[in-house]
Structure formats: C-alpha cells, structure tokens
C-alpha cells in the first residue's frame, strides 16, 4: 500500500509513535537533554585539529568513540552510551552522520555531527542509536565493516540493530532489539536469532542491545570488556546509574526465547535462492495443509518481509516476495497492491497499472482485511492509477483533518471519511 504502509511497517521498527506518546513513556525528558548537552560540550570541548579533524589524544593512542546520528534519532540510545564512554579517560566521544548538517533528535533537540563516514578519524568503537533508522548507504556499510576488521566494536542500541542487520553485519547471529522491533529485526534476515529476553547480545566485534536505557548496559559492558571492571564501575559511580550485571549474568544463563517466523520466514530464505516457480511448487502443499489463521499469519510475515527488502533498497527480491504472494495468495488484495508498488518502482508502468486495478477489483471479495486497512489500501490504488495515468493532480486531493490521532494530516484520493478515524476528509487546496 505505497508510502502510507511504509510509514505503517516503519512505526514497527522504530516503535515510536507520536511525539506526545514518546514523552509520555519518557517524564525525564528534560534530564535527558540536560544530559546531552553535557554529552555534547564534553566532545566540543576537544579541540579536532589537524587534518580531518585528528586531535594529538587520537594520535597518541587514545581510544576514538564515534556516535553515529541521523534525522530521528532517539536521545536515550544515543546520549546513554555517549555519557559512558565520555567519562573514560584518554577516551574521545565523536559524532558522525551521513551526510553533513543539522539534524533534530526527538523533534527538540537540534544537533550538528562533526564527523562523515568518510571524513572520521577510524573508530575502535562505533554506537548505532536507535529511532527512524535509515537505510545505511554504501560509504556507511563500509565504514562499520571497517571497523569491525579492525578489530574494533560495533554497538547498536534498540532499533539500531535493523542498520547492522541491513549491513549485514549481523548474518547467522543472535541479537536483540527494541521488544516492538523483534519480528522486523528478523524479517529483515531470517538467518538471525531475534532473542526477547537479553538486555544485550555481546559477540565481541558486534554487540546489540535492547531498547533505549538498554544502551547504557551494553557501553557499559563493553566498557568493562575493554577497560576493565574498575573503569565500568567509575562510570557507574559518576553517572549514578542502578548497574546490576548479575541480573543481567542470570538472565543470560536462561535458554534464550528467540523470535519464530515459522513458514514465512524458511519461504524468505528460500527466495533468496530460487525462481519465484520453484519455491512455490516446493511449498504449495504445505501452504495448503495451513489452517486459516495460521495461513493467514504467513501472508502477514511474508509480506512484512518483503516490506523489510524494500525499506533496504532491495527492491528485486522484494518483488519476488510479492510475486510469490500473488500465486500464493489469490483471493488476498494485499499482496497485489504490494507487487504494484515494487512494479512502479522498477518503472514497470503498465504492469503496475493492470494490478492496482486488480486490487480494486479484489477487495469487494477479501473479507479477511479489517475496514481501516481495506480502506487504505483502495485509496493507495486509486492514488496509483491517477498517478500513473498521468492524473497525478488528483492522487492526492482529500486531506485527514486534525484529530490527534496518527492518520492526522493523510491525504487521500477520493473524498468521504477518513479510514482510520471516521472523520469527514477536507479538500486539500495546498
């Protein structure tokens, strides 16, 4: 269902929600950006010199932290592990993202990284925060694998770990996230263990941690790691932080509960491998001994699966995903609206045309679909024939008044009431 259902799969990977929302779950807020700012006058302080920004600490030997950042980046995941590596000494807590200028963390927080990838001097450690995570580009990629040759420590925090995932960075190992982001983390490579019930995942060169105050635990453990029980214990003592790594040693000992796509995520892999033909003729009949509830959770997987290749770039393979959904599934809307997306993207104008309207004309028949889903799915149909059709004044001409609900400010096709909230839709005359 085009931008709209993107926008629906990345609020499971983030989690986040509304701004509102997020300062509820978060009352210290204030603290917190108190706490960055102490982050950031301790790195500013440094004075960079020379060429690239090397400073005679790094050259000397001293151990370089770089905190990557990007538009949405959640505070806590960052700021957490900044205060912990910044009180170490001959330490240098530095701040990179991909591209240079301001950026905003949290919709309050304005700041400006020093660093690119390219122009950073070479990190023994690099944190991955968690929030609106990008798709890691090219220059990216390299520059964590780098440091992971190197010998060095790539850290993500919450959903940070779906960039180390999308890097490949965390292919055939066990891992943590966000508990909102599980089954995204997994989806994005099913050859890795999602675990629900570590505050960390420590593999030496890649750790991943859980959600947000967890990135504390995990700079905390690669701080003692690396510096030693003493230097994570100053940390602890400065920062006044309730540390208990007993009860996270005990919580490591249990069998670890890890995240189960169940079919969906073996007929993720084996797409990888095989024509769109073959993987359906080998599963065919074991989708069909399916229940209906449980055929019905392996569309949704495999669908989310397919969304999580195309979040990534990877747009072919998810295509493949939706082309073995269609067979699959041919009474379903969904995947047909899914398949036009990718077939637009690849400018397959016409094919993309044939099965928007073939989603129209599935709908009236997929009882499965909730009404608020149905509905955004027409409307992304709509929106896709106009568009294509070279009508793309009128793809989106019907706007979601304000109703403080997450649909507020959505446009839309035709005129009526708004899927998710019910309300009557204004004409969008900007």
Sequence with gaps: MESRRVRTFRSLDP???SRAARRARHPGLSRIALLVVVLASRVLAQDPGGPAGESAAVSSGATTVAILLYDGVELLDFAGPGEVFSSLPRTRVVTVSERPGALSS????EIVPEFTPVTCPAPE???VPG????????ELVAWLHACVERGGVVMSVCNGALVLARAGLLAGLEATTHHSAFESLALVDPTITVLRNRRYVDHGSVVTTAGISAGIDGALAVTRRLFGEQAARDAVAYMEYDWRPDEIAREDARPGDAVDLGLAGELLLALRDADVGAVFD?????LAALDDDSRRETERLLNLGGYALLLGDRV??????????VRAFPASANPLDSLAECCERLGETGRALDLARRTLLALPGDTALQPVRAGRIRDAARARIARLEGRGSEARAWRCPP???ACDGLSFVASGACPDCGMPLARDEG
């Design 15 to 17: 989690a986040r929600g």
């Design 316 to 325: 072919v393979e998810a295509r493949d995903v939706f082309e073995f959904q």
């Design 403 to 405: 109703c403080g609900a």
């Design 282 to 286: 080998d599963f065919d009949a074991r």
């Design 106 to 109: 949290m919709g309050f927080v």
């Design 131 to 138: 929030g609106g995570v990008p798709t890691p580009g090219p």
């Design 125 to 127: 450690i690099i944190v």
